[in-house]
């Protein structure tokens, strides 16, 4: 077979492997540069800051893709999936944007990505329970062994802790994971809700209506502080926060909005649009071993040769999760 015949074949393989190659990417960025934020803003500033951040985006930038008279609510199909959209901006967007930020002033960068990792297991879960999408052995076998990677990391990780006697500063790892696993089960619901409406969506009509609605929640509560659990700033005191940003914390705000954020979530959606959601969810699991590695060298996080090997073992189990076997990977044509 020639090159040009071999990439006919494969080219829409190529192109979503690669697309959902930079989501992790960008996620697996993502945590660290998270809490080098927050190590210089309170969680909950730069919680605000990012949603109110996200419906900017929209409302400044969305001429170009026409994001105001292509909402999906001007969408006759919008009365039957209204539900699936507020679950989405509500749990997917404002939700998890919210409490991560919240969620790592307690832990660690390198333990909340891991945390995200049991997002492909929750994924598979939830679909194999509502009976979304068949799990094949080879695949089934590939996310157990990515598992066990992961769970391998983590206990690399805790035994690090416990021999160097480390105690991160105003730390709670009981508090922070739990937040970061409720994250990532929500997530996983994100993962199949989204796949559902890229039916008849594209990835930046989904894309415009989450992020303004999660900063029109985050504005109201700023007005109104209905949740006082959640302790949003005012307005006027986020005001005074972003006066006075330095151009480090600016270059913070812009990952953790336009590359993280939006770029982040455009090509998660476009990969859903692409292929199924556990395949996307597959790949969460590579976001460890970049956040290890990010964390140990910005972060001063431990990064050890148990921790290496337990990611070779993850990166194993994502390879054998993708192989095809009998069940079509579910990509569409361009």
């Known amino acids: 077979m020639s090159l040009k015949g071999w990439w006919t074949d494969h080219a829409s393989q190529i192109k979503i492997h ?14 660290p540069v998270l809490k080098l934020f927050c190590n210089e803003l309170k969680g909950i500033d730069v919680a605000v800051l990012r949603q109110l951040g996200f419906a900017f985006v929209v409302i400044a930038l969305g001429w170009s893709w026409d994001a105001w008279r292509r909402l999906p609510c001007w969408q006759a199909s919008f009365k039957k999936d209204w539900v699936y959209f507020v679950a989405a901006g509500i749990l997917g967007v404002f939700w998890l944007q919210t409490s991560s930020a919240l969620a790592i002033g307690y832990t660690t960068s390198f333990h909340a990505t891991l945390c ?29 062994l990515g598992s066990l990677g992961i769970a391998g990391l983590v206990y690399a990780q805790m035994q690090d802790v416990a021999a160097k006697g480390i105690v991160v500063k105003g730390s709670n790892l009981l508090l922070g994971d739990g937040l970061i696993l409720l994250n990532a089960f929500f997530f996983s619901w994100y ?3 989204v796949k559902k409406l890229m039916k008849d969506y594209t990835p930046l009509d989904v894309l415009s209506w989450n992020f303004l609605q ?18 949003f700033p005012s307005i006027t005191e986020t005001v005074q926060v972003v006066v006075h940003l330095t151009p480090i914390q600016w270059g913070y705000w812009l990952y953790v909005v336009l590359i ?29 071993v970049i956040a290890a590695i990010l964390g140990a060298w910005w972060l001063h996080e431990s990064f050890t040769i148990p921790m290496a090997i337990a990611g070779v073992v993850t990166l194993t189990g994502l390879s054998i999760a993708n192989l095809k076997s009998g069940e079509p990977m579910g990509i569409t044509a361009d």
């Open 18 to 31: 690669s697309l959902l190659i930079s989501m992790t990417v960008i996620y697996g960025i993502f945590f």
């Open 260 to 288: 993280a954020g939006f770029l982040g979530y455009w090509v998660h959606h476009k990969g859903l649009s692409k292929t199924s959601a556990n395949n996307v969810a597959a790949y969460g699991m590579l976001q460890p």
């Open 214 to 231: 999660a900063g029109t929640m985050t504005l109201i509560l700023m007005i109104f502080p209905i949740l006082p659990f959640l302790n």
């Open 116 to 144: 995200m990792a049991s997002v492909p297991l929750q994924t598979m879960m939830i679909n194999a329970v509502i009976g979304v999408e068949r799990l094949s052995p080879l695949k089934t076998f590939g996310i157990v």
């Open 191 to 193: 993962n199949i809700v």
